[in-house]
């Protein structure tokens, strides 16, 4: 697929292959479609996929208005969240990782906490990405934690170009 | 760690509270103040007409006399001036502190240590404080006055109805807030001791129980308690596993949903090794239904005409989450803080189930789940324990061996009739109103207690007050048997002066603590309510709403 989008790429002003391509994924089923459309146009030896990992931010407000525990057992809380999502993340970039891997292709894993879409912004420009490419929004009614990737800001914040995994 | 912030806010909102308070005491506010207290500024206005006229009277006999003017009485303190002096008081209190703290906070430099820590949490307390006294000064009166004004139009007051008083409106303005304006930097770690002032306040709280009603009250808590919680805790360890929710899922909603809300999801989540997407859903789930109930429960329980032990024991068990049993509880009753006391004894059964629900499920877990850690019960037993219930037995302890009060004062002893003196006894208008008011009772125990009200000319027995301040509740417009009631009830019950000032700050530490609480309740964690735990939960909680009520209704009676 690489080499057929080529010249169309190059028409359009963009870098190809692209060199740094930034790959936002947490493990759901969209997120494996955008693996899947990420691996089909990367080039082994010369595409690194950036792999994004976000903590949403909603996770700050979740001890609520938790107000009959003590400091030990909220301290507690606090680790166990914490332990959790951090071994959530170290198994799906560990999964990711393995994918790029057995493709060819150099992966890099980034870890970011806060809102998706202004993280995404932010790892594309410190990462010099080339191309971006996330999974579609999760269908209506199929359960999952809620935080959705903001389009709008993605379309005005981001200087590389967008794909978006159907 | 440094916690502080280099900004003005704190002094800002120091000198603006001394300015309120300055500007009351000045009488600037006058005019605004007679628009959001319309009925004490109208009998203000008539008492300065009536003392004016008095000492014009007397200036005119003297002179008719041949003797000089008398001197003029100085005026009695109206209601009115009551409601500006005791706001100027506090302002000044309370600003005097920030302004202090605040101009600290900008000369100290920033280094490490507890005065950092303290220099970073004062303002946003100071910030909560701040939308509390304007919550409770201003938008209190305000949605009262528009509720009664939009009445004409919409045939019910929509303030009262919705009961938009200031612990509602603190929590809704907490809530909008941290969701739609975000808490600023300066005040992120002081917001957080809103739970202190909640402590606080339940720790006060211990000084208005009688021995015998804290009996009462405790033994009845520890039945519902007993029956819908550990009714409801079986339900999902029952439902989940039957639905196919993990062991980790079941168990974190099991004690959310069973107990008190977040504060037992977050107690149990490390022992049942609750995995990140198990919590959020759990929690957003009992967060929904907090705030859906702290809205619901009041209105529900005023069109069934619920009194305060009633309202206070179903708020106490059917509302899953424990910070919105206080918000319902003021919600219901905002003036006087009697379901509040009920509500939170229910409350603190709750939370001494805690532990033991977090023992029972940590072994359930260990049970079901192959490789799980074993925990050390007893250290759970320990750690779980929530200390503030000893301080709350503490000042009961204080307050029965007659710190605060004379002894009896709790037993109703103004009851007795040696006690009423003649002046304090019902005058003929006031008995005539409430025979004109007693054909209108459809209920015995009301018709007998008002016809005893009647014959004695005062209150015989807390029975009978609590049966007339339902009457008196549901007289509505009925100004004059609502007045004759309420003198009854001022003459038999002699609030001591330390009770009284007790009973205002407990108002105010949970109007406090409840405004900060409402700005730790987010959308976006309310919006991860889903999968599984919003239809186990939401079962769960309906048959436990229903169910107390069903059961408060039957067998509560309002007396305890």
Known sequence: MSEVAAPQARAAGLAWPPRALLLAHHGTAGAERALDLALSLAVPGTTRILHLYIVPDFWAGMQGDDWLNNAWTRDAFAEHVEGQLAQEARERMGALAARCTAAGVDSTPILRYGKPAECLVAAAREGGADLVVIGPPRPKGEPGLRSRMDLESLARGLAAPLLIAR | ?560
């Open chain 2, 1 to 560: 760690m440094i916690y502080s912030h280099k900004s003005p806010a704190l002094l800002i909102i120091g000198i603006l509270m001394l300015l309120w308070g300055w500007m009351n005491n000045a009488g600037t506010l006058d005019g605004m103040q007679g628009w959001l207290h319309p009925g004490a500024y109208k009998e203000h206005k008539q008492a300065i007409d009536k003392h004016a006229a008095d000492t014009q009277a007397a200036a005119e006999k003297a002179a008719a006399e041949g003797q000089p003017a008398p001197e003029a009485k100085p005026m009695k303190p109206s209601k009115f001036d009551g409601t500006k002096a005791g706001q100027a008081q506090l302002a000044y209190i309370l600003g005097g502190l920030f302004a202090a703290v605040g101009v600290l906070v900008l000369v100290l430099p920033k280094k490490e240590g507890h005065l950092d820590y303290y220099a970073g949490v004062v303002p946003g307390m100071a910030f909560i404080v701040g939308i509390a006294c304007a919550v409770r000064w201003i938008l209190d009166p305000m949605f009262a006055n528009w509720g009664k004004a939009a009445q004409p139009t919409l045939g019910w007051d929509f303030a009262k109805i919705m009961n938009l008083n200031y612990v509602v409106l603190g929590i809704v303005l907490g809530m909008i807030i941290v969701n739609l304006l975000r808490i600023p930097a300066w005040a992120a770690n002081g917001v957080r001791t809103a739970r202190l002032f909640l402590k606080t306040g339940v720790v006060l709280l211990g000084t208005l129980y009688s021995a015998a009603e804290l009996a009462q009250l405790g033994a009845l808590s520890v039945v519902m308690i007993g029956i819908f919680v550990l009714g409801s805790v079986w339900l999902v360890l029952l439902a989940g596993p039957r639905m196919g929710a993990s062991n980790s899922m079941t168990g974190v909603l099991s004690s959310g949903v069973g107990v008190c809300g977040v504060s037992a999801a977050v107690a149990a989540s490390p022992v049942v090794n609750a995995k990140a997407v198990d919590i959020a859903f759990t929690l957003g789930t009992i967060l929904l239904w907090g705030v859906l109930c702290m809205f619901t429960f009041p209105t529900i329980g005023q069109l069934l005409g619920m009194g305060p032990v009633q309202f206070g024991a179903w708020a106490g068990t059917g509302i899953l989450n424990s910070a919105q049993v206080a918000g319902a509880a003021l919600a219901f009753d905002p003036q006087g803080i009697e379901t509040l006391k009920v509500a939170e004894i229910f409350n603190i059964t709750r939370v001494l189930f805690l532990p033991i629900i977090v023992v029972w499920l940590a072994a359930w877990y260990v049970k079901r789940e192959a490789g799980a850690q074993k925990v050390d019960l007893g250290k759970v037993l320990v750690a779980k324990f929530p200390v503030f219930v000893l301080g709350f037995l503490f000042m009961f302890l204080l307050s029965t061996l007659g710190m605060f009060a004379p002894p009896g004062h709790y037993q109703g002893k103004y009851f007795s009739s040696e006690q009423v003196k003649e002046d304090k006894l019902l005058k003929e208008k006031e008995i005539a109103a409430l025979q004109a008011h007693l054909p209108k009772l459809t209920k015995p125990e009301e018709t007998k207690a008002l016809q005893d009200l009647i014959a004695n000319r005062k209150l015989t027995s807390r029975e009978q007050d609590h049966v007339l301040k339902g009457v008196s509740k549901a007289a509505k417009d009925d100004k004059a048997v609502k007045d004759a009631v309420g003198a009854a009830n001022k003459a038999a019950w002699h609030d001591s002066k330390i009770i009284r000032a007790f009973r205002d700050w407990i108002a105010w530490l949970f109007a406090i603590g409840l405004t900060g609480l409402g700005m730790q309740i987010t959308v976006a964690s309310i919006k991860q309510a889903g999968g599984k735990p919003l239809i186990i939960g939401s079962v769960v909680g309906i048959i436990k709403a229903v169910g107390s009520l069903i059961v408060v209704l039957l067998f509560v009676k309002e007396f305890v």
